[in-house]
T-cell receptor, first 117, second 115 residues
Framework: DTGVSQDPRHKITKRGQNVTFRCDPI?????LYWYRQTLGQGPEFLTY????????KSRLLSDRFSAERPKGSFSTLEIQRTEQGDSAMYLC???????????????FGPGTRLTVT | GQQLNQSPQSMFIQEGEDVSMNCTSS?????WLWYKQDPGEGPVLLIA?????ELTSNGRLTAQFGITRKDSFLNISASIPSDVGIYFC???????????????FGQGTILTVHP
């Protein structure tokens, strides 16, 4: 049973460049979440997908950020014109399609560590 | 926005000791989750709690959902070196009965276990 996978694990980019991260959720999980975690803090919610529909976006997700889940399977998170403040761990999580309340359990991937120089 | 206060911020204990940590909120949550995170990795789900007053165990870990629905507690018994890591509480509030929940995390408790 494979878990949530994320690619790449690490990304170093120069300020102003665009970056894209990929998340593959656990198979048959139709709910997918993106979070951002900075050093010494807990993860913060960015956005949520149910199948291919993006149903909620945090105010943290500025217009430089865009997320997609085109076929309801994997998801991508793109950051345009990166800034040093974007440096963080970007975490993806998925949750299962089962009866209440187990669908609240979110399983995280290993994260993508972004460093903007 | 909702805030979760987790305490203590860090703990240094001897192997074999028991550990207690807690999480409090100014808002009500209807689900509490506890996670452990190792450096450079994503959080791993330890325990999920769904009802006020619920007490749930997972091996040496026991967690409780506070009666007021504004707090939760995690205990680790007979700690071992591999318990080292950062423990996070996370709460879900689902207004309107939505079938998903964005997690609100605490700041984490850093646990160090000396052999």
């Amino acid at each position: 049973d494979t878990g949530v996978s994320q690619d790449p694990r690490h990304k170093i980019t120069k300020r102003g460049q665009n970056v894209t991260f990929r998340c593959d959720p656990i198979s048959e999980h139709n709910r997918l979440y993106w979070y951002r975690q900075t050093l010494g803090q807990g993860p913060e919610f960015l956005t949520y997908f149910q199948n291919e529909a993006q149903l909620e976006k945090s105010r943290l997700l500025s217009d430089r950020f865009s997320a997609e889940r085109p076929k309801g399977s994997f998801s991508t998170l793109e950051i345009q014109r990166t800034e040093q403040g974007d440096s963080a761990m970007y975490l993806c999580a998925s949750s299962p399609v089962v009866q209440h309340p187990t669908f609240y359990q979110q399983y995280f991937g290993p994260g993508t560590r972004l460093t903007v120089t | 926005g909702q805030q979760l206060n987790q305490s203590p911020q860090s703990m240094f204990i001897q192997e074999g000791e028991d550990v207690s940590m807690n999480c409090t909120s100014s808002s009500i949550f209807n689900t509490w989750l506890w996670y452990k995170q190792d450096p450079g990795e994503g959080p791993v789900l330890l325990i999920a709690l769904y009802k006020a007053g619920e007490l749930t165990s997972n091996g040496r870990l026991t967690a409780q959902f506070g009666i007021t629905r504004k707090d939760s507690f995690l205990n680790i018994s007979a700690s071992i070196p591999s318990d080292v890591g950062i423990y996070f509480c996370a709460g879900i509030n689902t207004p309107g009965g939505t079938s998903y929940g964005k997690l609100t995390f605490g700041q984490g408790t850093i646990l160090t276990v000396h052999p």
